[in-house]
């Protein structure tokens, strides 16, 4: 069975800019979960999507935005970028949701770098 | 609050000893999940082992187990007979069962195996 996959792996955007990024679930998942990682914040959760509906998000302000088509796949966007957003984007796949013990795939992440 | 916390950001370990990796967490709710993610150089976090709070035995998955204290809030991962292919990023992560799913990680403790 294929892997989360996350494209593009590396990215280098303008401030002002915007981004989209592409997650591509396990067969099967419906759930597909978005994390920030930074140095200086660690990892932190974004927002949650199951069958096509958000279900659960994070502390991140309204720049942050994503949505989920009828195959799984989901793309997070992000609108006019800063360069506190440089950051490895995660994002994590899983069978189910709401379940306490839902193992979720991450992906190899997309490494964003805003200048 | 930290809701995770790993207090050791480095740790070395000689190849073939065993390594302790903390972890205490903090959680009102009865029901919650814990777990341990390894993260290589790659970015890829690798699902290494869960514990339920619920579960009355430690939580084992090859060289790897969990050391469940749960009066103290603490949930350690033991890596026993280190490989070189140890070295990498540790995370402990909680879901707690009040959540819509998504998980709370720690800053992660960085595992360093040497020959």
């Known amino acids: 069975k294929a892997g989360v996959t996350q494209t593009p792996r590396y990215l280098i955007k303008t401030r002002g800019q915007q981004v989209t990024l592409s997650c591509s679930p396990i067969?099967?998942?419906?759930?597909v979960s978005w994390y920030q990682q930074t140095p200086g914040q660690g990892l932190q959760f974004l927002f949650e999507y199951f069958s096509e509906t958000q279900r659960n998000k994070g502390n991140f302000p309204g720049r942050f935005s994503g949505r989920q088509f009828s195959n799984s796949r989901s793309e997070m966007n992000v609108s006019t970028l800063e360069l506190g957003d440089s950051a490895l984007y995660l994002c994590?796949?899983?069978?189910?949701?709401?379940?306490?013990?839902?193992?979720?795939?991450f992906g190899p992440g997309t490494r964003l770098t805003v200048t | 609050a930290q809701k995770i916390t790993q207090t050791q950001p480095g740790m070395f370990v000689q190849e073939k000893e065993a390594v302790t990796l903390d972890c205490t967490y903090d959680?009102?709710?009865?029901?919650?999940?814990l777990f341990w993610y390894k993260q290589p150089s790659s970015g890829e976090m690798i699902f290494l082992i869960y514990q339920g709070s619920y579960d009355q035995q430690n939580a084992t998955e090859g060289r790897y187990s969990l050391n469940f204290q749960k009066a103290r809030k603490s949930a350690n991962l033991v890596i026993s007979a280190s490989q070189l292919g140890d070295s990498a990023m540790y995370f402990c992560?909680?879901?707690?069962?009040?959540?819509?799913?998504?998980?709370?990680f720690g800053k992660g403790t960085k595992l360093s195996v040497k020959p």
């Open positions: 959680t009102s709710d009865p029901s919650y999940g």
């Open positions: 992560a909680m879901r707690e069962g009040g959540s819509q799913g998504n998980l709370i």
């Open positions: 994590a796949s899983s069978g189910q949701q709401g379940a306490l013990r839902n193992e979720q795939y």
């Open positions: 067969s099967g998942h419906r759930s």
